[in-house]
């Protein structure tokens, strides 16, 4: 079973930041939090990851609490072309399994 | 960022045929690669992990001997669907580890219809 919990569905304006909530409450020391979307009838495409500090890439940044029990994926400036399932996932990279456990994510409709 | 690639992107076959589908890391090496599904409206769903040299892992209520694969290389699995049938009709993904930032990259996916 999959280890986060995200809302089902989420809106955004066009132009406006999306904030994407994720909780993992139960997520191990040595795991990241990772976040991918994908878009309809195409694979994940990764986004973001990070382990203990808040990320920031030319997509989107990663604010993980303190305590690493939830997280927020930023999208600063959201476009239609955002719009799409995102999935934020706990695994621990290839230090062990590397597996990824998909739960159902949240499907971001950016609207003009 | 790291490329995955399949082939086919599509493919449509025969009840009772098989189906190879081939995932490549095209610009790194790797030794760990993955399988999903993915049926119409649902989510990923893991089948197997491929690992480079040795036999794959699958996960709980995937037949290996119905989801054949092999690992022979550091940038290629592939995934055989032997005696496809109807039900068998789905998105097939692969991804792989790319070891050096404990990422994984996905494939375009592979759309099988089983007539």
């Known amino acids: 079973d999959a280890k986060t919990t995200q809302p089902t569905s989420m809106d955004c304006a066009e132009g406006r930041a999306a904030n994407l909530p994720c909780n993992h409450s139960?997520?191990?020391?040595?795991?990241?939090v990772y976040w991918y979307r994908q878009i309809h009838s195409q694979g994940p495409q990764y986004i973001i990851h990070?382990?203990?500090n808040n990320e920031t890439n030319e997509m989107a940044s990663l604010i993980i609490t303190e305590d690493r029990k939830s997280s927020t994926l930023i999208l600063p400036h959201a476009t239609l072309r955002d719009t799409a399932v995102y999935y934020c996932i706990v695994g621990d990279g290839s230090g062990n399994t590397g597996k990824l456990i998909f739960g159902q994510g949240t499907t971001l409709q950016v609207k003009p | 960022g790291a490329v995955v690639s399949q082939h086919p992107s599509r493919v449509i076959c025969k009840s009772g045929t098989s189906v190879k589908i081939e995932c490549r890391s095209l610009?790194?090496?790797?030794?760990?690669m993955f399988w999903y599904r993915q049926f119409p409206k649902q989510s990923l769903m893991l089948m197997a992990t491929?690992?480079?040299?040795?036999?794959?892992?699958?996960e709980q209520g995937v037949e290996k001997d119905k989801f054949l694969i092999n690992h022979a290389s550091l940038t290629l699995s592939t995934l055989t669907v032997t005696s496809a049938h109807p039900e068998d009709s789905s998105f097939y993904i692969c991804?792989?580890?790319?070891?050096?930032?404990?990422?994984?990259?996905f494939g375009p996916g592979t759309r099988l219809t089983v007539l």
């Open positions: 991804s792989a580890i790319l070891v050096s930032t404990d990422t994984q990259y």
């Open positions: 610009d790194f090496q790797a030794t760990t």
């Open positions: 139960t997520i191990s020391g040595n795991e990241y």
């Open positions: 491929s690992n480079e040299g040795s036999k794959a892992t699958y």
């Open positions: 990070g382990l203990k």
